[in-house]
């Protein structure tokens, strides 16, 4: 059921925190993947069900009414993520007539519900724990950062095309292969992990 307030859904987040993968999928009577090295996505899309996500593959919000995108980040045991965190696909038609303002990429992550996951790989798939979630907008010199590397990326590639694009450019905005065919990629938006560790410390300060 979706959530209609965020008092509702951060009562939901708080329900998850210490539950286990295999104990959600328990509850949401969904299996297990049979191979874990394949599963990407799938603790994510444990998370939405279990909070009420209503987007699925379209280019909105998780929680649309709510104005809140819903991220798992899977952390090694040193509290750092692992791995750069999916934003959304690029919109190909809409390169050379898009603001940040009204970019898929800025409507996803002007408010997110992050919702960390153990990811060490040593720890077994289905044992790894939901840790404690919270919301975050960008402040200021946050947004400034997204907001000119996007811009960047966008005038890059409106210049040399999108095959031109390397993995250099942008330290902390990311646009990189993830998925399509061989003759025809699909291009992804990610925050860094670099950018993602500071949030990530920054609310852990919060909590100290």
């Not at 394949?38 to 009414?65: R, W």
């Amino acid at each position: 059921m979706i959530p209609f307030s965020i008092d509702e859904l951060m009562h939901r987040v708080i329900a998850l925190n210490g539950m286990t993968v295999g104990e959600l999928a328990s509850a949401l009577n969904i299996p297990l993947p049979y191979n874990t090295k394949n599963a990407k996505g799938y603790i994510g899309q444990l998370a939405e069900i279990a909070l009420g996500a209503s987007a699925g593959a379209k280019p909105v919000q998780d929680f649309i009414n709510l104005n809140v995108e819903l991220k798992t980040i899977p952390l090694l045991k040193n509290c750092r993520p692992a791995q750069n965190t999916h934003v959304c696909i690029l919109e190909h038609q809409h390169i050379r007539n898009q603001t940040f303002e009204n970019s898929n990429f800025y409507n996803k992550i002007k408010q997110v519900l992050w919702l960390p996951v153990e990811g060490d790989p040593s720890i077994i798939f289905a044992e790894r724990h939901f840790g404690t979630g919270f919301l975050w907008h960008p402040d200021d010199r946050q947004y400034r950062i997204l907001r000119d590397e996007w811009e960047e990326i966008m005038e890059f590639i409106a210049i040399n095309g999108i095959k031109s694009i390397t993995s250099d450019i942008g330290e902390n905005v990311l646009l990189a292969p993830c998925g399509g065919t061989k003759n025809n990629y699909q291009y992804g938006f990610y925050l860094r992990k670099s950018f993602t560790a500071q949030i990530i410390d920054n609310f852990l300060s919060e909590l100290s």
